[in-house]
């Protein structure tokens, strides 16, 4: 399935996320994080696990990270992408 | 199952959410209702969803109040809160009609889950006994002043005696039913002794626990409601006594007699203690 229209969700506050998504010709994903070094790889590993069990084939991700946990993110993207109005995703 | 402290916690903050568990609250209650934009509300469902399952509040009761049967947004709280492993829900401005509809949708669900109503309107400060009946899932009330006096349409006082009738008849209630019955928050968060004053005017009137809107509360809300340790240490000889007197009637502690008001009583500071009348040697 595809991002039909751009869409955010979260905050850029402490413990949260900002993820903002929006029509694209193919997957991509880009990410800024306070963690970014310590934990940069365990973020993309959420983002791409949540993009693929919504069967999301084509979007652009934008991940703003401010110390969110995996639950707060994996929330975060899941509304960003129901937001975007694709149907059937859960 | 609320405890002697139950504090709200907003379901749409991800920071508030993550240190709610290291609180020392009783219980949690997080809030899809008033705390939550209503542009947030389908957010706030999937976060708490997901912190659910991710976070542990072990030891802690987890209560979610819903919005209320009067809008558009309860009957998708409702569906994502019957996936989740929470204790309780809270149903705002609770009416009988509300109690019967969410107990039956947990029926068909084969839900364990209790109804927390939310008492915070005239009609049902009337109705308490109708709403409590309305199902064997409500373990316990809250009750709400700050909407109960905007529904008199009177002036809520931090002295409270505007609240003094619903607020009394409240607590008369949760005792003739026996359940739990939280009192309504206090809502100066800096104010400490006034928050102490009215635990201790909730607490006399025979509410078991009250409500915190910031963590700060939590602390003096539960030692006020946890008995001392002379009240302990005489519920304990009361409850030794009971068991010497091996069911011989009345007799005395102290040249005072003890009959069964006080044998009660004695039962109910152990229960607030946490102590077991049976682990007592």
Partial sequence: MEIVKEAVAGTLESSDCLVMVKPYEGLKVDIESIVMERYGRRIRQIVEDVIKSMDITSGY?????????????????????????????? | MLGRVALFVPASSPAMINSSA?????????????????????????????????????????????????TAYWEKDIDYVLKTSADAVMVPKARPSDIKTISSMMDSMDSTMGIVPLIETAASVEEITNIIGASPRVKGILFGAEDYTADMGIERTKEGSEVLYARARLANAIHAFGIEGLDTPFTDTEDIEGLRKDTLQGKSLGYTGKAAINPRQVETIKQLYTPGQDDINYAIKVMKAVRQAGGKGAFSIDGKMIDAPIIARARITLERARIGVNTID
């Fill in chain 2, 22 to 70: 290291a609180f020392d609250a009783d219980a949690i209650i997080f809030d899809l209702e008033d705390a939550v934009a209503i542009s947030e509300k389908d957010a706030a469902r999937e976060l708490l969803r997901e912190a659910l399952d991710f976070l542990s509040f072990k030891g802690k009761n987890i209560i979610i109040r819903i919005n209320s049967l009067t």
């Fill in chain 1, 61 to 90: 991700f934008k991940i703003q990270d401010r110390g969110a946990l995996d639950y707060c993110l994996k929330a975060r993207i899941r509304i960003a992408i129901e937001r975007a109005g694709v149907d059937n995703v859960r």
